[in-house]
């Protein structure tokens, strides 16, 4: 029910004048910072190969430990994005994203020198930390810097800088693996880093929420200590290859009960960290689960991708950084561009084709062999980067204008808490299944090595291909089995992640909306919304 006090639609501007003027500056600002947050990730996903290589070269993790340092990151980033939300609305957008930066770069330099996998991923949280004040800060300004008409334009513009990002990180991340150690690719981010410092001191105006939610601590260290536990689970059985192991079934029952208990609470605080009403909305609940399920089959594909091109096909981490450009160029030219799409058939018809374009993508993974022509690949991501432009651009509008604009940093923290959520979760599940299928592939090969090695050995092809390696001559009849095993979980596993973007695009053509609503309908659904709570 609309009352005097909430008008259906602002009449005029609601942006100070000044700050008008340098928006397109200002989000520039925003998307170097989100630049790093981003970058990291795509530089680590070259350099994962190179980490799991014995001292001095790299630090000998394995592939657990490789999944557990994109994770470290992922998980703390997940859980602490209600919290950085709620503290940008309550303390001001522009101190949180501030503090955040400097973080995220003493997390950097501290990763850059780790001496072990378990130092590394301490400092992969630390960085975690930092880019979950960062992230959902950048969106939070942008809403507050743009008016409503061009929120749809800049949102575009926001998520092709993801796509940049996506771009830069492997290319820059192969350079500097040509000619430094492995830890410059966590170096590199301290410039950058100061860099966005000083120029956000000096462009960004400060913004909150004149009506802040309190901090909800017990909210945090729930959802924190229930995604640890699940995850976990999901990665000891993958290292295991049996999801029937107790330790492995306790644990993801545990974490799947905190997640309960976390939703419980949420619902019964009256200062939840997420306010669980909101989902009541079938709109932003696709939108949100649309986010969530295309980052779950995109992070694990680029977590296999990797060892295919470098373990399989032999090329080195700039030449694996090269050919992932047409995936981010895809989104460079695309996401912009996506909001057209969206005026000219709607939400769900421009999301829905993304969804299955990708899951037709995935699917072609499972085509692939070690001999297959390079091209091939190369449309492979290209597609894949035009499908994710169409997803994020229209899911990302409807996510933040869902709620008000005060509340433009619990919105984007949910957008990206899924979207962290999905990814991590694509990471754990698609790399268990990759090495559950691996150890099945290779299993009854190792019988040549001393029982003390084979379990070792069988934990992926860069461990299978180490002790061959090791060996020497009585290894060589390893290698051609690794690879047949490596592809035929690679198949496997790209199945997975097609079906899992194939629910996605179900989801989204049964819930989304078609045309985006005149802002006097979308002001009526956001009353709607809050009175049916």
Request: hydrophobic fraction near 55%; aromatic fraction near 8%.
């Amino acid at each position: 029910m609309t009352t005097p006090a909430e008008p259906a639609a602002p009449t005029g501007p609601r942006v100070p004048e000044a700050v008008h003027r340098r928006r397109w500056a200002i989000l520039g600002v925003l998307m170097l910072s989100l630049l790093i947050v981003v970058l990291d990730n795509s530089i680590l996903n070259v350099a994962i190969k190179t980490i799991s290589t014995p001292a001095p070269t790299g630090l000998g993790a394995t592939q657990s430990q490789l999944e557990w340092a994109i994770n470290a990151y992922t998980l703390v980033f997940a859980g602490l994005l209600f919290t950085a939300g709620l503290l940008g609305d309550r303390l001001g957008r522009k101190k949180v994203l501030l503090g955040g930066l400097a973080v995220f770069g003493i997390g950097s330099a501290l990763a850059a020198f780790s001496g072990s996998p378990g130092q590394l991923i301490t400092f992969r949280a630390v960085m975690g930390l930092g880019a979950a004040f960062v992230m959902p800060a950048t969106l939070a300004v942008l809403m507050n810097v743009f008016e409503r008409e061009e929120q749809p334009k800049a949102i575009g513009i926001w998520a092709g800088g993801v796509g940049l990002a996506v771009a830069i990180g492997p290319i820059t991340g192969g350079v500097l693996l040509a000619h430094f150690w492995w830890g410059s690719v966590f170096l590199v981010n301290v410039p950058i880093v100061l860099l966005a410092f000083a120029l956000m001191l000096w462009l960004v105006p400060d913004s909150r929420d004149p009506n802040p939610g309190r901090v909800d601590p017990v909210g945090v260290v729930l959802s924190v200590v229930g995604l640890v536990l699940l995850v976990y689970g999901i990665i000891k059985g993958g290292q295991l290859a049996d999801f029937t192991d107790a330790t492995v079934l306790a644990t993801i029952g545990a974490g799947l009960a905190v997640l309960v208990a976390f939703v419980v609470f949420e619902k019964r605080s009256d200062h939840p960290s997420i306010d669980v009403t909101y989902f009541k909305s079938k709109v932003f609940s696709a939108a949100i689960a649309a986010v969530a399920l295309v980052f779950f089959a995109l992070m694990g594909v680029t977590f296999f991708s990797v060892f295919y091109t470098q373990s399989v096909r032999g090329y080195s981490p700039l030449q694996t950084g090269l050919l992932m450009l047409p995936l981010a160029a895809a989104q460079l030219i695309f996401a912009p561009r996506a909001r057209l799409v969206v005026d000219r058939f709607g939400n769900w018809v421009t999301t829905t084709a993304g969804l299955v374009v990708i899951a037709a993508m995935l699917a072609a993974f499972a085509t692939l062999d070690g001999d297959t022509p390079i091209w091939i690949l190369e449309v492979i991501f290209f597609l894949m980067g035009a499908g994710m432009a169409h997803i994020m651009t229209p899911v990302s509008v409807v996510i933040m204008q869902a709620l008000p604009r005060e509340k433009a940093g619990s919105a984007s923290a949910l957008s990206n808490t899924f979207r962290q959520v999905g990814g991590a979760l694509g990471i754990a599940v698609l790399g268990s299944v990759l090495s559950t299928a691996y150890r099945t592939g290779i299993e009854d090969k190792l019988g040549v090595l001393p029982p003390a090695l084979r379990h070792t050995a069988g934990e992926s092809i860069e461990a299978t291909l180490g002790v061959a390696d090791e060996l020497g001559p009585r290894g060589e009849s390893l290698v051609a089995p690794a690879y047949d095993a490596f592809l035929h979980a690679m198949h496997v596993t790209a199945l997975w992640g097609a079906g899992v973007a194939l629910i996605g695009a179900v989801v989204v053509a049964l819930f989304l909306p078609g045309r985006p609503p005149s802002p006097q309908q979308a002001q009526g659904d956001k009353e709607l919304s809050h009175t049916g709570s």
